[in-house]
């Protein structure tokens, strides 16, 4: 098993690939804005499959210091407009506003929050031991592919694909008389880290079995090597209290403009 800093260095590592930093950046304070533009670097940079090819900004903060990758265009812009002081303040209305007056003459807007959540290992975290549980990996999760209602789970059709795209690479299923009432998803984000998701059907749901797939879903990743991390929209407040209820911890937030439209 991973120690906690391991976990924290590849995962800080891969979002330096991902915002074409280095990794103490995000451990220094003050403001890093780094411009790019729509060339073979930026579309390869980090080879993180969940990226799309180009981000026309894309700002992470995790816990210090301010880091902005943006299009080159508004790269002075964003730099005057993002404050140094008390960071965690460019994440919220006002200032999100203002970066949305600098994306306009681009016809762009934020677009993307999110909250990214990382496993203690340390963590003693108790779950439910008696549920039905089975694991999928590789083509098998395709027998999944026919039920609704796991789409934060699954990504449909991934894992027979062989387009380059992301794949489904593990599920963790739970089965009550039967039903399949909720699974937990790994997909290969990266070379590094894979993105757990979770669903369960509203008819099974505050029985304690989303936090004991995630956590078993977690044990799984690491046992293919990989760092599991764990992403929720800004407000999904019960989503993130799944992810701490079965181990894990806020490590960074981000911002972005992403997609060709927005």
């Not at 995790?62 to 002081?85: F, L, Y």
């Not at 203690?120 to 609704?148: F, K, P, Q, W």
């Not at 039967?178 to 937990?184: I, L, P, R, S």
């Not at 509203?202 to 004991?212: H, K, T, V």
Request: proline content about 3%; aromatic content about 8%.
């Amino acid at each position: 098993m991973m120690t906690n800093d391991e976990v924290i260095k590849i995962a800080m590592n891969q979002c330096a690939k991902d915002m074409m930093c280095e990794p103490e950046a995000f451990l220094s304070e003050g403001v890093l804005v780094i411009p790019m533009t729509d060339c073979e670097a930026v579309r390869n940079r980090g080879q993180k499959k969940s990226i799309l090819s180009f981000m026309t900004c894309n700002m992470v903060y995790w816990g210090k210091g301010i880091v902005c990758t943006c299009d080159s265009r508004i790269a002075a812009e964003m730099n005057r407009a993002i404050q140094p002081d008390n960071a965690f303040r460019n994440m919220e209305l006002c200032k999100l506003y203002e970066f949305n007056d600098i994306l306009a003459p681009l016809n762009k807007q934020i677009n993307c929050m999110a909250n990214y959540l990382l496993p203690d290992v340390t963590a003693d975290v108790s779950v439910r031991n008696d549920l039905e549980i089975c694991v999928l990996r590789g083509t098998d999760i395709a027998r999944l592919y026919g039920l609704d209602g796991f789409h934060n789970a699954l990504d449909y059709g991934s894992c027979v694909r062989n387009d380059g795209r992301r794949k489904d690479s593990v599920a963790v299923v739970c089965t009550v008389d039967g039903t399949v009432a909720g699974v937990a998803g790994a997909t290969d984000d990266c070379d590094s880290m894979w993105q757990i998701g979770i669903d369960v059907l509203p008819e099974f749901r505050r029985q304690g079995i989303a936090s004991a797939l995630v956590k078993r879903c977690a044990e799984e990743v690491f046992a293919e090597g990989k760092v599991p991390y764990y992403c929720s929209a800004w407000s999904n407040v019960l989503s993130r209290k799944t992810a701490r209820a079965a181990g894990f911890y806020p490590a960074w937030v981000e911002i972005a403009c992403v997609g060709k439209d927005s």
